[in-house]
């Protein structure tokens, strides 16, 4: 009711104001004490409120596996099979390797730099040797090279055993390990990358193929002791040579036959990026794109393939009985009596005959007439 009549006396008053142009309120307008201000009461607006950031999630850390080493490699005294390189040290001020790059047959000798053909001593392949435990473990693969003395931190060398478990010419692992710092066992730098695919090789293992297509080494299934097996491939530092580097592995990275374990091995060294998709790499490149480390090629220098080195394979498993896509060249035995394991040697005649007309031949294993 008071709000009413508050309304009522103060109508006529702005009224009179409106009509007047003087600031000041005129001598006639009554004076009514006891007056409250008019407030007009609306929904008060609703302040606005900064909004609170979100925070987000701290970021988390990927979950690093734990390895467990259940075994190491117990470097073995088994009979070394052996493959020998060629080398460039007595050429390489000449900017040009002496010989050993069969580019159309997978051979490569190229341990120089591309165009100025800087060489490159840490990944000059000398030799390779490759031992096995007598119970089929372990096998160990020495890499020898011209000098391991003048390596940098920042080298990116690394070396490879390249396995061909079917004896087709097409790799089928690679075990890489990078220059280790100690001289004891360690997973750590090394690598095993397998193609599942069977693109190696393309339609013709060991030559080049035209129609290329294949993405090389493309699944890595040991990475530094992460696996399904911790303990699958080892490396350190020679203490037999200041200029070799071991890889111990397991055999059973390999399928094994009725009898044992056979596969073609042979050895690899890398001064930058390996490129485990160019493999195999004359499907890859042409020569006219790779280059030529040999001056009377009409290739040379070397230009998109350069600062690698690798061996021709060995058999391992059982001794050779004639060749095979990409193995190292192979000699036939000579057949001698004492070699000729076919035969079961049988004395044809009691040495109580005399004027015996009967020998034992050897290419038959029977006894015949003189």
């Known amino acids: 009711m008071k709000r009413l009549i508050t309304l009522v006396i103060l109508i006529p008053m702005l009224f009179g104001l409106a009509g007047c142009n003087l600031p000041t309120v005129p001598e006639s307008m009554p004076v009514v004490e006891n007056t409250v201000a008019v407030i007009l009461l609306t929904d008060t607006p609703e302040m606005p409120t900064a909004e609170m950031p979100v925070e987000e999630p701290m970021p988390t850390e990927t979950d690093v596996p734990e390895i467990t080493h259940v075994m190491q490699p117990k470097y073995g005294d088994g009979k070394a099979q052996t493959i020998h390189d060629q080398v460039s040290d007595k050429t390489a001020s000449e900017q040009r390797a002496y010989g050993g790059d069969e580019f159309i047959n997978g051979r490569y000798e190229r341990p120089f730099l591309a165009e100025e053909m800087e060489y490159i001593p840490a990944i000059d392949i000398v030799r390779t040797d490759l ?26 060398i690394s070396f490879a055993i390249e396995i061909d478990e079917d004896l087709d010419g097409r790799g089928d692992a690679l075990i890489l390990a990078a220059v280790p710092q100690v001289d004891q066992w360690t997973t750590a730098g090394v690598q095993i990358w397998k193609d599942i695919n069977q693109s190696i090789g393309n339609s013709t293992p060991m030559k080049p193929d035209e129609n290329g297509g294949s993405d090389g080494y493309e699944v890595l299934i040991f990475d530094e002791g992460i696996g399904d097996d911790a303990d699958l491939a080892w490396v350190r530092k020679s203490d037999a040579s200041e200029n070799a580097i071991e890889i111990a592995f397991k055999l059973n990275l390999i399928s094994k036959t009725e009898e044992a374990f056979l596969f073609l091995w042979g050895a690899w060294a890398f001064a930058e990026d390996p ?13 006219e794109e790779a280059g030529s480390p040999v001056k009377e090629n009409d290739e040379y220098p070397l230009k998109e393939f350069y600062a690698a080195d690798n061996t021709c394979r060995g058999l391992s498993g059982m001794e050779p009985t004639g060749s095979l896509p990409g193995m190292c060249p192979y000699t036939p035995p000579v057949t001698t009596h004492e070699t000729n394991k076919r035969c079961t040697w ?22 015949v007439p003189d």
């Open 131 to 156: 031992y096995r435990d007598e119970d089929d473990v372990w096998a160990y693969a020495t890499i020898e090279v011209i000098s391991l003395a003048d390596i940098a931190d920042d080298d990116e």
């Open 275 to 287: 490129h485990l998709d160019w493999f195999d790499h004359h499907d890859t490149l042409t020569l």
């Open 346 to 367: 049988e004395n044809c005649c009691p040495s109580v005959v005399a004027g015996c007309t009967m020998h034992y031949d050897w290419d038959t294993c029977e006894c």
